[in-house]
C-alpha cells in the first residue's frame, strides 16, 4: 500500500508560481513511477507530468512543457511539481498518484494510488 498527501496548492495570479508536493509512504518509493495529473470543473482528469522510477523518463503534456518542472526527492520520499507561468487555464485539482515501475506513464487507468487532491486556482 502507498499514501500519498499532496500540498502547496492555493490561489495565485496570473504569471505567478506555485510549488506542489506529494509525501509519500508505505511501500518503497523508489520502484514506483510518480504523476501527476489534474481535473477542472466538467472535465476529465487529465494527464500533467510524469516522472518515472529512476528518475530518468520525464514526460509532460504539451499544455505545461516549459512551464512545470517534475523532480524526486529520494531522501524525503517526496516528488514536487514546480509550476511558472501559471495561466487561468491551469486552475484545477491536482492530485498526485502512485503506480509500480513499468510502462504507459501518461495513462492514468494504469495509477494504482491516488492522493486527495490539492486545489490550485489562477486568477486572471
Known amino acids: 500500500q502507498v499514501q500519498l498527501v499532496e500540498s502547496g496548492g492555493r490561489l495565485v495570479q496570473a504569471g505567478g508560481s506555485l510549488r506542489l508536493s506529494c509525501a509519500t509512504s508505505?511501500?518503497?518509493?523508489?520502484?514506483?513511477?510518480m504523476g501527476w495529473f489534474r481535473q477542472s470543473r466538467g472535465k476529465e482528469r487529465e494527464f500533467v507530468a510524469v516522472i518515472n522510477w529512476n528518475g530518468g523518463i520525464l514526460y509532460y503534456a504539451d499544455s505545461v512543457k516549459g512551464r512545470f518542472t517534475i523532480a524526486r526527492d529520494v531522501a524525503k520520499n517526496t516528488v514536487n511539481l514546480q509550476m511558472n507561468s501559471l495561466k487561468p487555464d491551469d486552475t484545477a485539482v491536482y492530485y498526485c498518484?502512485?503506480?509500480?515501475?513499468?510502462?504507459?506513464?501518461?495513462?492514468?487507468?494504469?495509477?494504482?494510488?491516488w492522493g486527495q487532491g490539492t486545489q490550485v486556482t489562477v486568477s486572471s
Open positions: 508505505g511501500r518503497t518509493f523508489s520502484n514506483y513511477d
Open positions: 498518484a502512485a503506480k509500480w515501475r513499468g510502462y504507459s506513464l501518461t495513462d492514468r487507468t494504469q495509477y494504482d494510488y
